[in-house]
């Protein structure tokens, strides 16, 4: 599977934004969808994941503010950012791993090529 990541961009803190992970190739909806961040010099951090079943888990940092989702018919998984502070600013990439419920890069076989959350005070 091919992943596309979208949707990242300047937004003030306090603000939302949404950010989509377009697959192509077929049986995306086995796949289980993460999401991570990375800022420069730093290791990928595990933000949020969805399983083929719609089971979810996030990070910490993040529960109660962003909120992921997937379309199977749409071949799109999404991941809403809300109440975003600087803290938020981090390139974010979305993987893909067949059943996986992992929260380590290592366990994501496909990635995205990455869309910037950049989230001003």
């Known amino acids: 599977v091919q992943l596309q990541a979208s949707g990242g961009g300047l937004v003030q803190a306090g603000g939302s934004l949404r950010l989509s992970c377009a697959a192509s190739g077929r049986a995306f909806s086995s796949y289980t969808i993460a999401w991570f961040r990375q800022a420069p010099g730093k290791g990928r951090e595990f933000v949020a994941l969805i399983m083929w079943s719609g089971a979810t888990s996030y990070a910490d940092s993040v529960k109660g503010r962003f909120t992921v989702s997937r379309d199977n018919a749409k071949n799109t998984a999404y991941l809403q950012l809300n109440s975003l502070q600087p803290e938020d600013t981090d390139i974010y990439y979305c993987?893909?791993?067949?059943?996986?419920?992992?929260?380590?890069?290592?366990?994501?076989?496909?990635w995205g090529q990455g869309t910037l959350v950049t989230v001003s005070s």
């Open positions: 993987a893909g791993a067949v059943g996986a419920l992992a929260t380590t890069a290592r366990s994501y076989a496909y």
